[in-house]
């Protein structure tokens, strides 16, 4: 039997293999100088904040482009992954914003508003390493990969895949919104947690510092970026590949199926909660609504409008969506939901492969062909007839 990795990686060198091809950094490039060049002057400050939420979002479409894209891991509940990132950057922020001084008139001063409202008068043990900053950053990606690990090694080993993964992980994400919203008393409850002031002293609330954080935000989504087109152009991404495609044959092989299933999804959920903590930063607060099932769902469709077999597409894909939800919401605020289900209805019909699949199958073929056409040599003209040769 054919071991199907070494199929995919047969004859491939690395000159046959490069880290992005030139159409790729093409993209790459113009992507950049979009977000980072043409949008910055071309938006007043309320519009560019507002394109840098739709940004936080493209986090959680290029982990679902690995894990759903590349290994065939149909995920609806990224939406938690989303949110822990999120609340991890919200416990910091309102611990730094409930300092004696600011909660002088509450019954505890020095706890979150919310907790003294719930008659809580110590802080709970799991807020106390969100005092530290650099213990927070680590904690917003390791709490939800954490969670992920546990998730995925506990379902993967028992090889439990496809539709019923799905289904899964859309009730985890309706747990965990429950117990948020449940656990008033030190998770704000419904409304979330708000009134996030500064950062390690720095406010966070002035259009300045907006505007600084759009272009974090920006360089950390091309960071990102980077980081999945090594895994997918790697030994590990064809792995992946072969994975979906012939999961049997992998595992025959002698590899660890479940090992690399949740590495995949792990790697998913890191991209998501970067993509939360910068959320938080961006918009001033944490509330369960962006952990449940509706943001799920939402943030598959914009990988699937995208195209979930490209970075670049994923990304595109949630610009477009968030750009049309807007637009369309303002208008038209009852319609949208019937708008967004046809969208999406309409491209898997018509578009598989979503926007980068129309680009690379309609588009990119004849932008070739003009190319090469305007690189050939002019036919060489015949001399007349009787005329001596050159």
């Known amino acids: 039997m054919t071991n199907p990795v070494q199929a995919l990686t047969k004859s491939v060198t690395v000159n046959d293999n490069p880290f992005m091809k030139p159409m790729e950094w093409l993209s790459l490039l113009l992507l950049a100088a979009v977000i980072l060049v043409v949008l910055p002057l071309a938006l007043d400050g309320f519009r560019l904040n507002l394109v840098g939420k739709y940004l936080t979002y ?10 759903w894209g590349y290994a065939g891991i149909l995920s609806l509940g990224q939406g938690v992954f989303f949110g822990l990132g999120g609340y991890c ?17 509450q019954s505890t001063p020095g706890i979150p508003d919310f907790m003294d409202w719930n008659q809580i008068t110590a802080l709970p043990w799991f807020w106390q390493p969100f005092k530290s900053l650099p213990l927070t950053l680590l904690l917003v990606v390791a709490v939800p990969v954490l969670f992920a690990l546990l998730i995925s090694f506990a379902m993967f080993k028992r090889r439990v895949g496809g539709t019923y993964f799905a289904i899964i992980t859309q ?114 607060f944490m509330s369960p609504s962006f952990v449940g099932i509706v943001p799920s769902i939402e943030m598959v469709i914009y990988t699937a409008v995208g195209g979930r077999l490209s970075l670049f597409g994923a990304v595109w894909g949630t610009l477009l969506v968030n750009w049309a939800k807007t637009t369309f919401s303002e208008s038209f605020p009852e319609l949208w939901l019937f708008g967004l289900g046809a969208l999406f209805i309409g491209v898997v019909l018509a578009f598989p492969n979503g926007l980068a699949g129309l680009w690379r199958e309609r588009i990119e073929p004849r932008l070739t062909r003009r190319v090469k056409a305007l690189r050939a040599p002019p036919p060489a003209i015949a001399p007349p007839h009787g005329a001596p040769a050159a």
Do not use: P
């Open 89 to 105: 950057m919200a416990m910091y922020l309102k611990l730094e914003a409930s300092s004696v001084e600011n909660t002088k008139i």
């Open 58 to 67: 493209a986090f959680v479409a290029l982990g679902l482009v690995i894990c």
């Open 171 to 284: 009730a985890i994400a309706a747990i965990l919104t429950i117990l948020i919203v449940g656990q008033q008393g030190y998770t704000g409850g419904i409304n979330g947690i708000t009134d996030l002031r500064t950062l390690h002293g720095w406010d966070i609330r002035t259009n300045h510092a907006k505007t600084v954080l759009y272009f974090v935000n920006g360089g950390l989504l091309v960071a990102c970026i980077l980081a999945a087109q090594y895994v997918k152009r790697s030994k590990l991404g064809r792995i992946l590949v072969a994975l979906r495609d012939k999961e049997d044959r992998v595992r025959f092989s002698g590899y660890s199926v479940a090992g690399f299933k949740v590495f995949a999804f792990c790697l998913a959920a890191a991209f998501a909660a970067v993509g939360g903590a910068m959320f938080t930063l961006q918009v001033g």
